[in-house]
């Protein structure tokens, strides 16, 4: 998963950005490779790619 190109929290075929975030929920925390829009969303309801569709 931390080779693949793709963003891994959409649900499409958008690039990740180069490198992996970390993301903690409380003790927890894990290594993603993300993209802008999923990196800097809130929640799920704020996700938006550019093409119209959440």
Known sequence: ?????WCCACEGD???RPGITAARVGRLEILLRVCDACLTRDTDEDQDH????P
């Open 50 to 53: 550019g093409d119209g569709t």
């Open 14 to 16: 958008t690039f990740a």
């Open 1 to 5: 998963m931390l080779t693949s190109p």
